[in-house]
C-alpha cells in the first residue's frame, strides 16, 4: 500500500514568512509523529498526534510551531515567522498503534531552506 | 538528560564481512529498540525493532539487545555496497511514552 507522503518536498521561504508543510500518512495509522532533522543530527521529536488528539508538543522548539490533524489523518506543520535557524529536514511518521512504543515508517520530508 | 549514543563512526568494512553497529542508552526504562538506515538526502527506513533481550534475526541482520548492560546492536552479514548509509539508533522513553530516544547514527561504508 502507499506509504507516508509529505509535501512539499522542497521549500524555500523568505525570512518572515508563514509556511504550511503537509503529511499524509499511512491510512489507518492512529499515531502521527513530526520530526525536525538537521544535518548530521539525529531527528528531533516536535509533537504527536493521537488520532486528532494532539497528546504531546513539548518539542515545539517556539510558539511560532503549531501542528494540527483535525480529523485524525491528514497533518498539517505550520511555522509562522520563519527564521533561518528553522532550516531544516522537517520528517513525519505515523505508526499503527499509540505510543512510541512501536515501528514508526516515515515520509520522504520537507527540506525547508529559509533565506 | 535521558541519551542514546552511537560511535559516529564512519565504520568501514569489506564487502562480504560482517558489520557490527552499537547503541547504549542510559534510560532503564527504556523497553522498545529501533534500528533505522538512512541514506544520505532520504528518510529513516526502519529495519529492525526489538523488544526483548535477546537477538532478533531477520535476513542478513541480527538485532541484540542486552537490558542489563544497556546496549543494543545492530550486526550485519555478508556486507554489501548498498548497505552504506548512516544507521540510526532509537529507544523508547520510560518517562513518556510518545517519544523516542534517537542516537546521532553511525555512518558505515562497505568498500566493494
Known amino acids: 500500500g502507499a506509504g507516508v507522503s509529505q509535501s512539499p518536498r522542497y521549500k524555500v521561504a523568505k525570512r518572515g514568512q508563514d509556511v504550511a508543510l503537509r503529511c499524509d500518512p499511512i491510512?489507518?495509522?492512529?499515531?502521527l509523529f513530526w520530526y525536525q532533522q538537521a544535518l548530521g543530527q539525529g531527528p528531533e521529536f516536535l509533537t504527536y498526534?493521537?488520532?486528532?488528539?494532539?497528546?504531546?508538543k513539548s518539542g515545539l522548539p517556539s510558539d511560532r510551531f503549531f501542528a494540527e490533524r483535525p480529523e485524525g489523518s491528514v497533518s498539517t506543520l505550520k511555522i509562522q515567522r520563519t527564521q533561518q535557524e528553522d532550516s531544516a529536514v522537517y520528517l513525519c511518521?505515523?505508526?499503527?498503534?499509540?505510543?512510541?512504543?512501536?515501528?514508526?515508517?516515515f515520509g520522504p520530508g520537507t527540506r525547508l531552506t529559509v533565506t | 538528560q535521558k541519551e542514546v549514543e552511537q560511535n559516529s563512526g564512519p565504520l568501514s568494512v569489506p564487502e562480504g564481512a560482517i558489520a557490527s553497529l552499537n547503541c547504549t542508552y542510559s534510560?532503564?526504562?527504556?523497553?522498545?529498540f529501533f534500528w533505522y538506515r538512512q541514506y544520505s538526502g532520504k528518510s529513516p527506513e526502519l529495519i529492525m525493532s526489538?523488544?526483548s533481550n535477546g537477538d532478533k534475526e531477520d535476513g542478513r541482520f541480527t538485532a541484540q539487545l542486552n537490558k542489563a548492560s544497556q546496549y543494543v546492536s545492530l550486526l550485519i552479514r555478508d556486507s554489501q555496497p548498498s548497505d552504506s548509509a548512516t544507521y540510526l539508533c532509537?529507544?523508547?522513553?520510560?518517562?513518556?511514552?510518545?517519544?523516542?530516544?534517537w542516537g546521532l547514527g553511525t555512518s558505515l561504508a562497505v568498500n566493494p
Open positions: 511518521a505515523s505508526s499503527p498503534r499509540t505510543g512510541s512504543y512501536y515501528e514508526q515508517y
Open positions: 491510512s489507518g495509522h492512529v499515531s
Open positions: 498526534f493521537q488520532n486528532e488528539a494532539q497528546l504531546d
Open positions: 534510560d532503564r526504562g527504556s523497553q522498545s
Open positions: 526489538i523488544y
Open positions: 532509537a529507544g523508547t522513553n520510560a518517562g513518556n511514552n510518545r517519544k523516542l530516544i
